[in-house]
């Protein structure tokens, strides 16, 4: 037998080629900032709080007070009452965005002298702080392609809706922020296409070593970059041979961790019997409510809030952009009080580095809970709770002396429904002993994460965050 | 790096061995019927129909008609309203069962003589026709094992309850009927002990070699015990050598496509990438509707019913039983009108056997779809549908000559919900070519079913019901 044609057999090795491709004579990186800047003098966008009310487009349920589009596409605003009898707060009410429709998130790739590159958007988004972001070649909700808004087509859409003519890298439903989100899942695509590919204006080529180095800067690489980037198959034999086992250097063990030639401290199967454990015990109860029948919850001229001050606000903001389908237009947003800290602690265990992975149970997940970052919260949300609420190893991921900090660096959330949503983003070697065991954290390699990333469902957006992050930390040569 | 002790990596060659044991000195199979006919004395069972309001212990709620047990416990008969856009039948409204809770289908392994043999139970089920049939060690739901009906502690449970301290060879929760159910999910466990077990009236092993010659036996080996044993690891070098590829008997072909040493027409990505696509393009609106309140479904003395006659009832049944944890009780039931076909079309292609699997919308799926069998239907249910309805197959089937029908008996569903429900489980070799496309069918072999087995939302009831009996054939030895 013969596998399929298109069967992408040889991509790791040339995804590894392209890591070390840190840079790139069809595009190169001195010349990305000065397009970037021009970018973003084009594509300019202003955003401007307005009154709930003032939302054009939008309806508010006189009932319920939920929020819609009057297209019945996009998104709504609900509210949810939720109970998780024990996580550590067991019963409470929030504003959730329901967004049933899967989008596509989809960034091509092609081949220029032998490396593989990526065709990357300079995209605006009104939550974004700085405007300007680099995302993937499409980011589209079905209302955006079958053009609800009847704005302009999506540029390079026809390679993700008609894949079958062209070589599939990835396809995989994936969730986004379970807190905020009720059951969104998009799906993360990478095609790789042979055929000459026009070069539109606002789009670029880019290596994954160009890319990598992109991602260390603050808030350049958009959330659903950085999602589709993490599920590209990085695992098996990518570039280097294995490094030995005398070597600890931590790019050594990090490549030995994406290798997969055994050395995991936990097999696979005793990973997938311990999800099914936290699932089958987890009890997480969702209830649709009236957004306007929230505990605590307000709404006021121009946000619905907490009494507490904490969490996160609903706004309504005026968007008028230049570089986008349509020339403006209004929408409700998240805007969370506080930046918040996602980190993964890893340690070099056996020569393997193993992250400490968290299953963790969200409102909005489809089945209970993912496995996310060692730490992932916003601290300043745990002020006015108990201490036992406090979330385990954020004052070890926050106090890691610096010769400890692998990845630093504050990265953007969804620009599209979130408002300067920020988070800073850590690998953090830590000395928590291997033999560490509590029933919510598992030690994991990276090549384990990378295999459960071929399914819903298993890695939260966070993590997928820094698993590209991980990944953009084998580009540099090892220590040794 | 050592693996964890526990780690089963040597389970697929001893899988191998008990499914080649077709006796045991343990337990010979020439006293398994007596046994069971001893058993089926003392495990009596009287099931009598009732009207639905002499359910003791379970209330009928005055306004919307959802039947729930007092202790809220066990499961709820609730209402649902389904919109498949783009089905046969686009919408219509249906009873359907919701339990939440997540039960153990578990059954106990040990090792005897050096042969793996599985704890089997001969239990009595209310909507057995023949009473009792041979189900796993434990099958219980929550409610079973919290004692919400102050019966008998479950036997065994233990070993499924506190898996860490045993070796677990199976642990993945699975869905079950997706027409009947509200996304129901069974936890199905394999747990090796290597100590004393004490054997309990009703219980026996059973080398896999035994258990498979009592699957071809109509209503024998209950719906649990299969699913539970389908989720065994059943692929990889399981006992002898692959056959060399100049062989093409069925059994030959069978065994290869368990090795997974290649041959699969379409390689895992591919597959990965068509469940994407089709539980992307495929639409199923859910939402619960008041039992009462149901178009065409009516509530009579004994049963609530379709205007058509067709699909099923729903009905109460008095029961009592000797052989179970409590003597006494009544309880709501789905009655099927009809009985169904359930059938694997298969096909040797390249030397390696292909199973066409058909990704199946049905309402009850927490995730849109699943891989169903190529065929699975009640025929009757399409008596008063236009022919666009009538499944692909279905003909095929039911009249492939008898030489090529590999498995063909008649298997209960689960009786402790359904009353009467029996499909005939059909395998049978096709001349559909390989080259055969359609959107919603993919040929794929055992090893790339077993491999999505390790997963929860990939594999139905009912084909992994058909996955346990292709299993059953790798026992014979190869023709050649």
New interface residues.
Partial sequence: ?T??P????AVPGRIGRSVDARDSRVAPLDTFHPWFKECAERAYTDVRPIPLDELAGWTTDPVTGNLAHVSGGFFRVEGLDVTVPDGPVPHWTQPIINQPE?GILGILAKEFEGVLHFLMQAKVEPGNVNGLQLSPTVQATRSNYSRVHRGRPVPYLDYFRE?GRHR?IT???QSEQGSWFYRKRN?NMIVEVTEDVELLDGFRWLTLGQIHQLLALDDIVNMDARTVLSCL?FSGPTHRPAPGPEDDSFTAALLRSCHGV??????D??I??WV??V??RSEVLTRPLPLNALEQWRRGEYAITHDSGQFFELIAVDVRAGGREVGGWTQPMIKPRDGGVVAFLVKS????LHVLMHALVEPGY??VAELSPTVQCTPRNFDHLPDAARPMFLDEALGAPADRIRFDAVLSEEGGRFYHARNRYLVVETDIDAGFSHPDFRWMTVRQLVDLL????YVNIQARSLVACLHSLTGQPPVV
């Fill in positions: 037998m596998e399929h298109a069967a992408p057999a899967i894949p599939v396809d995989v439903r799906r198959p055994g050395g995991a401290l936990h097999p199967d005793h997938l019997n099914t454990e699932r089958t265990i056996g020569g393997v489809l089945d071929r399914h819903s469902h």
